[in-house]
């Protein structure tokens, strides 16, 4: 079973490669397409195959961990290119009254994915012992991406583009420089998203993620019990305004928009969030939970 600090770590890189992909992706998602999402769901299944495949360093030696690094760097731009491109999908294939309701569910497919992963995890950690855990049995979970990440792409592929930006199209009216045009038009939308994304993240992210491993690695509760916790947790907590946030900007740079809010976000504040906790933990020495007390 990883730390909790080797977790965190993980989270941060994650969502530092997805910030910087987020702005690619958003580029050539307000020039040519929602249909560029194509390409993230390919990456995301591709490089999780890789993982699982990836020989340990017993067989390869330093470049086990430089393309274990290299993988998960490929799932964050994945990440990334991702969120901003399938709201903005949503958002423009509902009808004008229903946007709102649209919107919630495309967060909420994003934490039933996470609740699916740690659904497996804790099934694998409650069925396996630790040694084949381990040694082979976690490779069953990265397994599964690739045959799911191709049904994925054939959905999307079939998926006609949205009637918003087409009328765009159109009109001749596709920015040009997306990215550049919305910091320079709407910084205000920027600032509100960037505000409501380093809020939600940061909670999501110390919740889910870092205190499952917390409280496993301390012993306070059973891996399997703590994703149980997390698990539960994330059914209740899946409605966040992603229509809200698609609203901030016009049609012509609302993949931008969305991107640069959410990965600006998700990288300073919900990457940064789970080691943070982690430090308090070891700088207090209160191990029952984030962010603790002051030391005596």
Request: charge should be positive.
């Amino acid at each position: 079973m990883e730390q909790p600090e080797t977790i965190t770590r993980e989270v941060e890189q994650l969502q530092q490669a997805a910030a910087r992909a987020a702005l690619l992706f958003a580029h050539y998602g307000d020039r040519l397409g929602r249909r560029a999402l194509a390409a993230s769901i390919l990456l995301m299944a591709v490089v999780t195959a890789g993982i699982d495949l990836l020989p340990g360093y017993g067989s390869i030696g330093w470049l086990a961990p430089a393309l274990l690094v290299l993988l998960r760097a490929g799932q964050g731009a994945a990440i990334g290119g991702e969120y901003g491109g399938s709201a903005a999908l949503v958002v423009e294939y509902a009808p004008a009254t229903r946007r709102g309701w649209y919107g919630g569910w495309q967060w909420a497919t994003i934490a039933l994915g996470l609740a699916a992963g740690i659904a497996t995890a804790a099934a694998l950690s409650e069925t396996m012992d630790g040694p084949a855990l381990r040694a082979w049995g976690w490779r069953l979970a990265f397994l599964l991406a690739l045959p799911l990440g191709m049904v994925g792409l054939w959905i999307r592929l079939r998926i006609e583009e949205t009637p918003g930006f087409r009328a765009v199209q159109c009109v001749g009216a596709t920015a040009r420089a997306p990215l550049a045009d919305t910091l320079r038009t709407a910084r205000r939308s920027v600032v509100v998203g960037f505000g409501i994304v380093a809020a939600v993240t940061a909670t999501f992210n110390i919740v889910f993620v870092f205190l499952p491993g917390h409280l496993a690695a301390t012993g306070r509760a059973p891996l399997s019990r703590a994703l149980a916790a997390a698990l539960i947790g994330l059914a209740l907590g899946t409605l966040v305004p992603s229509t809200f946030l698609a609203e901030l900007f016009p049609t012509r740079r609302r993949y931008s928009g969305l991107s640069l809010t959410y990965g600006l976000g998700s990288a300073l504040f919900g990457g940064t969030a789970p080691a943070l906790a982690a430090f308090l933990v070891r700088r207090t020495g209160v191990t029952l939970s984030p962010p603790g007390t002051p030391p005596p």
